[in-house]
């Protein structure tokens, strides 16, 4: 176990953040509020191959892991324009493709999806089903030797800019009642699917979406893997997932520190400059190792994730995006008390971040379901529901 990175990897973190350097806070906010999405930085991202540095060389990707794309999306975040559909679309979509699909989805995805020339969004939080997917009612039907699929899904980032959506769906375990899911690619404009969006007080170029769908038909190879396949399948999306949501963390929690420390060294309202005062070096201090902390445990997750060691992942996963949003949240906060009224002025740029570091705890699971997975797998403790 080396904690020394590879020249690569410091390579590929060096022109990674020059690239969001040159687009930058200022980039982004600017498409968020004109509506738009970051599609200049989007595709520069995916011709540079950055975006699909974890797919297989064979389908155009670079052939790394998800060490290297959790690197890409915590430079972009720490250069202040983290991209929100890395978590979905490379890590999610990419690896269930890359894992579970025939080669004929592969050939059809997976080149797209590497070069950022093709989106997909993901889609299994439902509005009477968030935390408990469990319970989720958006059904795969068998119609012939095909699918219709029926149902309504919340919150589903970037959708509008996707050329398909992985809907998580249900197919019923007549005996035991449980979720037996179903992961099926379906086009965005196939007749039957709509969405809108739903209005957020986040300022990020990716927006969420209420999406419906009505009785859409869909061919046999619209399921990925088995239809039952169970839960397993899905994780293989989730746990990337959920160290990409610690990589996006950890890089808006860079920026915000980033942009206090270097106030903190200029402002000076007594005789020194205000960073000199334990009152805010401390809490600084404070924030960055647990930013740090974070950092290696989403390595670490990473890590055991490309080793192939799914289980430790799963675990390690969680943890990393726990500690990756709660390091963030307060790393965020306490940037903007060091800008003091600077901090809330839209000059400034860390007000945004607010919302968007508190985002991290609920999505995409929240903080109490990770407390919940923690208690009862690796601490052994019974569940309450
Ligand atoms: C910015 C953003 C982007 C998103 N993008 C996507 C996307 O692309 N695709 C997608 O499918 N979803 C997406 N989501 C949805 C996200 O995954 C859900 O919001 C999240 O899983 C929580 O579900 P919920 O909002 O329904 O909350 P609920 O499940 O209703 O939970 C509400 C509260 O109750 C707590 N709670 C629930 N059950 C328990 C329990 N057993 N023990 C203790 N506490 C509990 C939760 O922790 C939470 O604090 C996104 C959400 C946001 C905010």
Known sequence: MSFVESPERV????????????????????????????TELWAEAGRLGFLGVNLPTEYGGGGAGLYELSLVLEELGSAGC?????????AICGTVITRFGTPEQKQEWLPGLADGSRIM???ITEPDAGSNSHNITTTARRDGDGWRLTGRKVYISGIDGADAVLV??????????????????VPTDAPGLEYRPIEMELLTPERQFAVFLDDVALP???VVGSPDAGIDQLFAGLNPERVMAAALSIGTARYAV?????????RTV??????????LAHPLAQVHIEVELARLMMQKAASLYDEGQYESAGEAANMAKYAAAEAAVRAVDQAVQCLGGNGLSTEYGLAPLLTMARAGRIAPVSREMILNFVAQTSLGLPRSY
Do not use: C, N
């Open 82 to 90: 983290g991209l929100l559909m890395m978590v979905v679309s490379p």
């Open 168 to 185: 998580v769906a249900r197919t019923e375990d007549a005996r035991t009642g449980r979720l037996r899911p179903t992961l099926l690619i």
């Open 121 to 123: 969004a993901f889609a």
């Open 11 to 38: 390579a590929l973190r060096q022109v990674v953040s020059d690239l969001g350097r040159r687009y930058g806070f200022e980039y982004f906010a600017k498409a968020a509020r004109a509506g738009e999405h970051a």
């Open 270 to 279: 007594w005789s020194t400059p205000i960073g000199s005062h334990q009152g």
């Open 220 to 222: 046999a190879d619209a």
């Open 258 to 266: 980033g942009k206090a420390v270097a106030y903190a060294k200029e």
